[in-house]
């Protein structure tokens, strides 16, 4: 899994997931759609569940994202740290919908939301839109343009990412050498866990 803070997933379209002022909403059941969401699980659990799906994982001949199991339990995971981007979209679209306005001349306008802002622009041409939308700290979560989305990580979520993926290839490694899943795993991960503190 390729984890960065400044690179979007690939444009992508979505359907059947609704609208609001005409533009289809993205699917936030979609294994990379991450959103805020309090699962109520701790670290020291996830970090368990981590090592146990990697050793699962390996078994079966899978790495990260080539695992369904990779992915529910990475969503999962960086969904707990994530922007409500939900909540920003949704409210963001509603915006631009009040202030659309079917003038010949671009309009151009920002709103600020109860979870961050939304910036909308509409080209000259009259059929091109490009939003923008941000977190409450100025981050860019998403961008809609020539009707795809493209979802931004968040620092918060690129740190939880790598955390998770280096808690997860130790575990894999740690298969493919033949060594047993055992507690003793979790002190070496409580080591990496201290330089990603300071970040998220």
Known sequence: M?????????????????????????????????????????????RKQIVEQAYKDFAKGQFQNKSEGFNRLMKSYTSEVSPDRKGIITSGL?????????????????????????????????NSEYIEFYDKNGEMVATYSNNGWTMFTTKAEAARQTEMCMIYNEAWGNAKRGIPMASEEMINVENMQSSFDAKA
Do not use: C, M, W
């Open 94 to 126: 509603k915006a631009v919908s009040r202030n659309r306005q079917n003038v010949l001349k671009p309009i151009d306008f920002v709103a600020t939301l109860l979870e961050g802002k939304v910036k909308y622009q509409k080209l000259p041409s009259g």
């Open 2 to 46: 390729q984890v960065s803070s400044s690179n979007g997933l690939q444009n992508r379209y979505f359907s059947g997931t609704g609208s609001i002022g005409g533009i289809h909403l993205p699917d936030f059941n979609d294994k990379y759609v991450f959103s805020k969401k309090k699962s109520g699980i701790s670290d020291e659990e996830y």
